[in-house]
C-alpha cells in the first residue's frame, strides 16, 4: 500500500478542461495535462481495502489497488505489467469508459471515489512514453488460422489475445479503416484517432492481419471465411438503430445518430464520405447542424457525442429529449453503492450548451410542402392513474401537446441487434429472443467452430464490457484450438493453465 493516509490528506482531482468556448473550435480532446505529482496523490488515495470491489465493477476484473501502489512508487513498469495484464487497450478505456470500477470504490461510500480511470490512462500513456509498451511478437506460431471479422473492441481485444496466444490472426473490416465504433462512433474530442492508429501499429508489428473493405457475406462469402480459417470470432457489433415508426418519419432531416457522427469523423480525418461506416452509401448526402434546431431523441452517450457534434457545427440551437423521467441528482437507495448509480450526468458535451427535457414523448414529425423537416409534435409524460384502475400508468399528459420547431431531428435511442442480413443469415446463426447471436457460455454459435463476443452476443453495452468478451471469447478459441489455454482469465488476471 503506498500511502495508508493518503485517502485523507488528499481530495479527489481530475485534469482540468478546455475552455468550452475554444474547444468548440476544433474536435481535439479536451483535457488538459495531469502533472506526475497530481497523479501520484490521486494513486495514493487508493486504500488497499481488503475486499476491493473495484475488482468486481470492472468488467475486465482490473487489479486496481496494485496499479495504484506502483503507480505511488513511480514504478510505472510494474503499473503498466499489472494494467496490461487485464486490460489489452486501457488508451481506450482512460478516455471513454464511464468507470463503473470507481462507482464500487470503498473509498466512494461516504468521499469522492478514486480516480481509476485518469491513473489508467496515466499508466498507459506514461508506458508508450518511456518505452515500456513496445511490439512483443509471440515467439512460436502454432500453426493455427483465426478469422475475427468486425475490428471494434471486442475484435481487437480478441485478436491481440488469440495472436498472443501464437496462432495467426487476420482481422476482417467491411469499413475503409480499422477501429469499428471506436473509429466512425465515438467522437474525436473524445477520442482523437491517432490513439488507434497506435495501437494498430503495434498489433501489425506483432503480427495481426487487418483487411479493411472487406464486407464479409457481401464482398466475400461468410463460408468461403469459415472454410478457410480454424476457427472464426464474429465481432461485428450491434449495428440496427431503434427507429421512430410515427407520422412524418419520411421527412428529410430525421436521421439515425450514427449516419451523423460517423460522416463527421470521417469529414475530421478528411476521408472519401460517398460511402458510410458500414461500406454503403451515405443516402441523405451531408449531414450538418449549421444554423439548425436540433433535437436529440436519446438520452444516453451517443446522444450526448450527438450534442457535442452539433455545437461544434454551429447549430442555432440544441434540444435532448428522455422518454423516461429525470434520474435523481445524487445516490439513491434503489441503487446502494456498490451497485452503479442510476444517477443525472452531465456530460462535457452537455456543458458546451444544450437544453435537456425529460419526460417528452414524440408524437409526429412536422414537414413542409417540399419535404423538409419543420417540427416535432411532442407531449410531456406522467404517472395517472385511470378511472378503471387502482395503479397509477405511465402516460400522456392531457394538455401538453405542442409543436416545437426543428430541422434536424438525430434518433439516438440505441441498438437493437446486430445485422442479420448478409453474413450472419449466410452462416445460419440461431439468434436470442432479442435478436442476437446465440452463444453457449463457451462463446460457441450453433455454427460449428463459429464463435462470437462483444454486442452481436450481449447486445449494446460499453467499450470495456466488448474488450472483456473479447478476452474471454479468445481464451475459449484458444481451448477449441489446442485442448489448453494460457490466457489470462477474467476472474483474476493471473495466469491460469487450464486442461480439456
Same mark, same amino acid.
Given at each position: 500500500?503506498?500511502?495508508?493516509?493518503?485517502?485523507?490528506?488528499?481530495?479527489?482531482?481530475?485534469?482540468?478542461?478546455?475552455?468550452?468556448?475554444?474547444?468548440?473550435?476544433?474536435?481535439?480532446?479536451?483535457?488538459?495535462?495531469?502533472?506526475?505529482?497530481?497523479?501520484?496523490?490521486?494513486?495514493?488515495?487508493?486504500?488497499?481495502?481488503?475486499?476491493?470491489?473495484?475488482? =468486481?465493477?470492472?468488467?475486465?476484473?482490473?487489479?486496481?489497488?496494485?496499479?495504484?501502489?506502483?503507480?505511488?512508487?513511480?514504478?510505472?513498469? +510494474?503499473?503498466?505489467?499489472?494494467?496490461?495484464?487485464?486490460?489489452?487497450?486501457?488508451?481506450?478505456?482512460?478516455?471513454?469508459?464511464?468507470?463503473?470500477? +470507481?462507482?464500487?470504490?470503498?473509498?466512494?461510500?461516504?468521499?469522492?471515489?478514486?480516480?481509476? +480511470?485518469?491513473?489508467?490512462?496515466?499508466?498507459?500513456?506514461?508506458?508508450?512514453?518511456?518505452?515500456?509498451?513496445?511490439?512483443?511478437?509471440?515467439?512460436?506460431?502454432?500453426?493455427?488460422?483465426?478469422?475475427?471479422?468486425?475490428?471494434?473492441?471486442?475484435?481487437?481485444?480478441?485478436?491481440?489475445?488469440?495472436?498472443?496466444?501464437?496462432?495467426?490472426?487476420?482481422?476482417?473490416?467491411?469499413?475503409?479503416?480499422?477501429?469499428?465504433?471506436?473509429?466512425?462512433?465515438?467522437?474525436?474530442?473524445?477520442?482523437?484517432?491517432?490513439?488507434?492508429?497506435?495501437?494498430?501499429?503495434?498489433?501489425?508489428?506483432?503480427?495481426?492481419?487487418?483487411?479493411?473493405?472487406?464486407?464479409?457475406?457481401?464482398?466475400?462469402?461468410?463460408?468461403?471465411?469459415?472454410?478457410?480459417?480454424?476457427?472464426?470470432?464474429?465481432?461485428?457489433?450491434?449495428?440496427?438503430?431503434?427507429?421512430?415508426?410515427?407520422?412524418?418519419?419520411?421527412?428529410?432531416?430525421?436521421?439515425?445518430?450514427?449516419?451523423?457522427?460517423?460522416?463527421?469523423?470521417?469529414?475530421?480525418?478528411?476521408?472519401?464520405?460517398? &460511402?458510410?461506416?458500414?461500406?454503403?452509401?451515405?443516402?441523405?448526402?451531408?449531414?450538418?447542424?449549421?444554423?439548425?434546431?436540433?433535437? &436529440?431523441?436519446?438520452?444516453?452517450?451517443?446522444? =450526448?457525442?450527438? &450534442?457535442?457534434?452539433?455545437?461544434?457545427?454551429?447549430?442555432?440551437?440544441?434540444?435532448?429529449?428522455?422518454?423516461?423521467?429525470?434520474?435523481?441528482?445524487?445516490?439513491?437507495?434503489?441503487?446502494?453503492?456498490?451497485?452503479?448509480?442510476?444517477?443525472?450526468?452531465?456530460?462535457? =458535451?452537455?456543458?458546451?450548451?444544450?437544453?435537456?427535457?425529460?419526460?417528452?414523448?414524440?408524437?409526429?414529425?412536422?414537414?413542409?410542402?417540399?419535404?423538409?423537416?419543420?417540427?416535432?409534435?411532442?407531449?410531456?409524460?406522467?404517472?395517472?392513474?385511470?378511472?378503471?384502475?387502482?395503479?397509477?400508468?405511465?402516460?400522456?399528459?392531457?394538455?401538453?401537446?405542442?409543436?416545437?420547431?426543428?430541422?434536424?431531428?438525430?434518433?439516438?435511442?440505441?441498438?437493437?441487434?446486430?445485422?442479420?442480413?448478409?453474413?450472419?443469415?449466410?452462416?445460419?446463426?440461431?439468434?436470442?429472443?432479442?435478436?442476437?447471436?446465440?452463444?453457449?457460455?463457451?462463446?460457441?454459435?450453433?455454427?460449428?467452430?463459429?464463435?462470437?463476443?462483444?454486442?452481436?452476443?450481449?447486445?449494446?453495452?460499453?467499450?470495456?464490457?466488448?474488450?472483456?468478451?473479447?478476452?474471454?471469447?479468445?481464451?475459449?478459441?484458444?481451448?477449441?484450438?489446442?485442448?489448453?489455454?494460457?490466457?489470462?482469465?477474467?476472474?483474476?488476471?493471473?495466469?491460469?493453465?487450464?486442461? &480439456?
Amino acid at each position: 500500500m503506498g500511502k495508508p493516509t493518503g485517502f485523507m490528506e488528499f481530495g479527489r482531482e481530475l485534469p482540468g478542461k478546455r475552455d468550452p468556448k475554444e474547444r468548440l473550435k476544433d474536435y481535439k480532446e479536451l483535457y488538459l495535462d495531469f502533472s506526475a505529482t497530481q497523479i501520484k496523490n490521486q494513486a495514493a488515495r487508493c486504500m488497499n481495502c481488503g475486499v476491493p470491489f473495484c475488482h =468486481s465493477g470492472c468488467p475486465l476484473g482490473n487489479i486496481i489497488p496494485e496499479f495504484n501502489d506502483a503507480v505511488y512508487r513511480n514504478d510505472w513498469e +510494474e503499473a503498466a505489467e499489472i494494467l496490461f495484464s487485464t486490460n489489452n487497450f486501457p488508451e481506450f478505456t482512460g478516455r471513454i469508459c464511464p468507470a463503473p470500477c +470507481e462507482a464500487s470504490c470503498v473509498l466512494g461510500i461516504n468521499k469522492p471515489p478514486v480516480t481509476i +480511470e485518469n491513473i489508467e490512462k496515466s499508466i498507459v500513456e506514461t508506458a508508450f512514453e518511456k518505452g515500456i509498451l513496445k511490439a512483443n511478437p509471440p515467439k512460436t506460431r502454432t500453426g493455427k488460422t483465426v478469422a475475427v471479422v468486425g475490428s471494434g473492441p471486442a475484435g481487437l481485444a480478441a485478436a491481440a489475445q488469440l495472436n498472443s496466444a501464437g496462432h495467426t490472426v487476420t482481422v476482417f473490416e467491411r469499413a475503409d479503416q480499422i477501429g469499428g465504433l471506436l473509429r466512425y462512433g465515438i467522437p474525436d474530442f473524445k477520442l482523437e484517432k491517432w490513439v488507434i492508429d497506435r495501437r494498430i501499429k503495434l498489433m501489425e508489428e506483432e503480427g495481426v492481419i487487418f483487411k479493411t473493405n472487406v464486407n464479409v457475406g457481401v464482398t466475400i462469402k461468410a463460408k468461403e471465411i469459415v472454410n478457410s480459417f480454424d476457427a472464426v470470432v464474429l465481432t461485428g457489433g450491434s449495428t440496427v438503430g431503434r427507429d421512430l415508426n410515427i407520422p412524418g418519419r419520411q421527412f428529410k432531416g430525421v436521421h439515425f445518430a450514427m449516419e451523423f457522427l460517423s460522416q463527421q469523423n470521417k469529414r475530421v480525418a478528411n476521408i472519401d464520405r460517398s &460511402v458510410d461506416h458500414t461500406g454503403e452509401g451515405y443516402k441523405n448526402g451531408e449531414l450538418l447542424a449549421t444554423g439548425k434546431n436540433v433535437v &436529440v431523441i436519446g438520452g444516453g452517450d451517443t446522444g =450526448s457525442d450527438c &450534442v457535442g457534434t452539433s455545437n461544434r457545427h454551429g447549430a442555432k440551437s440544441v434540444l435532448q429529449f428522455e422518454l423516461m423521467p429525470k434520474p435523481p441528482e445524487s445516490k439513491n437507495d434503489q441503487t446502494p453503492w456498490p451497485n452503479w448509480p442510476m444517477i443525472l450526468r452531465t456530460s462535457t =458535451s452537455h456543458e458546451e450548451g444544450c437544453d435537456r427535457l425529460w419526460s417528452i414523448t414524440t408524437k409526429e414529425f412536422v414537414g413542409d410542402e417540399n419535404g423538409n423537416l419543420t417540427g416535432l409534435k411532442i407531449a410531456e409524460m406522467g404517472w395517472l392513474t385511470p378511472a378503471d384502475s387502482k395503479l397509477p400508468k405511465y402516460q400522456e399528459l392531457p394538455g401538453t401537446e405542442r409543436i416545437i420547431p426543428c430541422e434536424l431531428t438525430l434518433l439516438a435511442m440505441g441498438f437493437l441487434h446486430p445485422q442479420h442480413a448478409g453474413m450472419l443469415n449466410e452462416l445460419g446463426v440461431e439468434y436470442d429472443e432479442r435478436g442476437n447471436i446465440k452463444a453457449n457460455a463457451q462463446y460457441q454459435t450453433t455454427v460449428d467452430k463459429v464463435f462470437t463476443a462483444g454486442d452481436m452476443r450481449r447486445g449494446q453495452s460499453l467499450v470495456v464490457w466488448a474488450i472483456s468478451e473479447g478476452r474471454e471469447a479468445a481464451r475459449n478459441v484458444d481451448m477449441f484450438l489446442m485442448g489448453e489455454t494460457s490466457l489470462e482469465a477474467k476472474d483474476h488476471g493471473m495466469l491460469d493453465t487450464v486442461y &480439456v
